[in-house]
């Protein structure tokens, strides 16, 4: 499951990860688009409103909110596991073992990357589908009020949900932690190409996937980091998924 609203990121964003998920998961799976604008999209992805769970218009402007309408109680019929995963990750692995790995709820230990207390990142996660509903009762009942309390979805996510676990750390490589060469290294070396056990990069903020691979000069990331030139590693992945 994927979820695109807004105008942040266009529809080559959900293709891409689309035939990124075809070439790293040999199950038979069903690829479903929640989003406020279907055009565009690749056949082979279902594309469905994104569920109302009563967020306020200041939830849909900040953070990733909307992302909980996939613990609503029946979400368009499907049943089983599911892997949510947002639009500017990329799948350089296998990706089978989320579907297979733990129970309950699974996602990002970004406490882990800082040497820190356990606190949740909402970039993937595995769920079964059906379960966690209080969740959505809960933002129904006060969403401005867990807004005020938490701030994040991330954050809600780690106070509220019933059953939490997180990924292992080999799996996953932050590129802003992981990839990005130190400040003033980053002047003279490219980033970093993920490890052989990584099995998804993901992108939190900047820079974005698109900014490590469009043409030209000028830096792509945010000052003092420095990123001059498209980044190989990420323009192959691009193109090659960008054509399926």
């Given amino acids: ?27 038979p799976f069903s690829f479903l688009c929640l989003t406020d604008h279907s055009d565009g999209l ?15 218009p200041r939830q849909w402007r900040g953070g990733g909110w909307p992302k909980l309408s996939v613990f609503t109680k029946n979400l368009y019929g499907y049943s ?18 989320f579907f297979e790995y733990g129970s309950g709820l699974v996602a990002i ?5 800082r040497r820190q207390p356990p606190s949740t990142m909402s970039s993937i996660f595995a769920f079964d589908l059906g379960a966690e509903t209080g969740l959505v009762d809960r933002i129904r009942q006060d969403p401005d009020g867990m807004e005020d309390r938490y701030g994040y ?23 802003k932690r992981h990839l990005r060469q130190p400040v003033i290294l980053d002047r003279v070396l490219p980033p970093k190409v993920p490890g052989p056990d990584v099995k998804v990069v993901v992108f939190h903020g900047n820079p974005r996937p698109r900014d ?6 000028g830096n792509r990331d945010r000052f003092p980091h420095f990123i001059g030139a498209p980044v190989e590693w990420a323009v192959a992945y691009w193109e090659r998924y960008s054509s399926g």
């Fill in 1 to 27: 499951i994927c979820m695109k609203w807004g105008t942040l990121y266009d529809a080559d964003y959900v293709n891409v990860l689309y035939n990124a998920v075809r070439a790293n998961l040999k199950e």
């Fill in 42 to 56: 690749s056949e082979g992805i279902q594309a469905f409103p994104i569920p109302d769970i009563g967020l306020t």
């Fill in 80 to 97: 089983g596991r599911a892997l949510f995963i947002d639009l500017d990750m990329m799948i350089v692995g296998d990706l089978a073992p």
């Fill in 109 to 113: 230990d970004e406490g882990a990357w």
């Fill in 153 to 175: 979805e991330q954050n809600f996510l780690h106070g509220e949900a019933q059953s939490l676990s997180y990924w292992p750390t080999s799996w996953l490589a932050s590129f």
């Fill in 212 to 217: 490590l691979v469009r043409p030209g000069r």
